[in-house]
């Protein structure tokens, strides 16, 4: 094995004990103070824990894993398809997109009494993340600074915010007010039906994703060499857009808009393996997203526990700092 291959192993092994590390202290610790054994005894299915382990803990726990994987991923997709550093889905506004169709989703339902699924939960967010998603396309032919297409996606994502405040106020169903918590990014009230959801949708995306590793490689070379390689550009455009758009809004219809992880967990993930090759990165940064956003969680849960902070708030006090970092070299004029 190769002095690099060695090298990948063995961050590949630390990324996947830090995400059993923080499954367990999720599953183990919150504002109940349950005894170790007996919360092992509750997740083995017995005991006056089961219930809180089963129905809250472990379900929130797999969902940090899960949807802080796909916003990892999906942040990777819209850096490469945008060759700047700094996209993500909070920050270019598709979060937001998202967010504003499924508040109106789940505003007219509650008017007219009608439930909804998690299926179409995911297709309203996903339409709104394609919406604001095409409108960056847009502005992004027009505007070649990336500074100025960071601003208008940022003017998208207030627009958008603004507009499911607006949506949120006239609603009646107490439901629906309870979405303020949920806009704020939240993984709480999660269950294991909605896990059982994600772990269909989002490792499917993932392996989309990974199939895309070669032609994404070659893409990141500028679009002139992919095309001299072979690889159709605007289908890779396209698949780009639809699986950053799809893993995006399946985290904002189960949680809402969680800021920063999908500009911050591919950089660091990046930096730890101290390689940009797609097929090492793709893998490491579902990982490492799946490890920020359960980290953040924890400390979303206890550190003022009984109280509880929006999982967003915890987020951006972690990975705004890697943004102005990454702002600072580029600067510089050092590689990110």
Same mark, same amino acid.
């Given at each position: ?18 995400? =059993? ?5 999720? =599953? ?52 490469? *398809?945008?060759?700047?550093? @700094? ?6 506004? @598709? ?46 032919? &027009? ?8 601003? !208008? ?25 309870? *979405? ?7 993984? /709480? ?30 893409? &990141? ?15 890779? &455009? ?5 699986? /950053? ?17 999908? @500009? ?20 490491? !940064?579902? *990982? ?7 980290? !953040? ?9 009984? /109280? ?19 702002? *600072?070299? &580029? ?6």
């Amino acid at each position: 094995m190769s002095l690099r291959g060695a090298k990948n192993a063995a961050a590949f092994a630390a990324l996947a004990a830090a995400a =059993v590390l923080c499954l367990g202290l999720n =599953v183990f610790t919150g504002s109940a103070d349950i005894p170790f054994f007996e919360a092992a005894k509750g997740l083995a299915g017995g005991g006056p824990a089961c219930d809180i382990i089963w129905k809250i803990r472990l379900p929130r726990a797999l969902a940090a894993l899960l949807l802080g994987g796909a916003l990892s991923l999906s942040g990777y997709l819209l850096q490469t *398809l945008f060759h700047n550093p @700094i996209a993500g889905p909070f920050v270019l506004g @598709i979060s937001s997109g998202a967010k504003l169709t499924v508040a109106l989703l789940l505003t007219a339902a509650a008017s007219v009494g009608t439930g909804l699924s998690s299926a179409s939960m995911i297709g309203a967010a996903f339409a709104g993340s394609m919406l604001s998603l095409g409108l960056i396309l847009l502005i992004s032919r &027009r505007v070649g600074q990336v500074s100025l297409l960071v601003v !208008c996606g940022v003017m998208i994502g207030y627009i958008c915010s603004a507009a499911t405040d607006i949506a949120v106020a006239f609603a009646d169903d107490a439901d629906i007010v309870n *979405l303020r918590g949920w806009a704020l990014g939240s993984f /709480s009230g999660i269950d294991m039906d909605s896990v059982a959801v994600m772990a269909v949708v989002v490792p499917a995306a993932s392996l989309c994703v990974l199939l895309l590793a070669k032609p994404i490689g070659a893409y &990141r070379l500028g679009e002139g060499f992919a095309r001299g390689s072979g690889v159709r550009v605007t289908l890779l &455009r396209a698949a780009l857009i639809t699986l /950053s758009g799809l893993l995006s809004a399946c985290v904002t219809a189960f949680a809402g808009p969680i800021s920063f992880v999908g @500009i911050a967990a591919p950089h660091l993930v990046r930096a730890l393996l101290g390689t940009s090759e797609p097929l090492a990165l793709i893998p490491a !940064c579902f *990982l490492g997203g799946g490890i920020f956003c359960s980290a !953040c969680d924890l400390i979303a849960r206890t550190a003022f526990a009984p /109280s509880e902070l929006g999982v967003s708030a915890v987020t951006a006090v972690f990975g705004a700092p890697v943004v102005i970092a990454i702002m *600072l070299r &580029r600067k510089r004029g050092g590689a990110v």
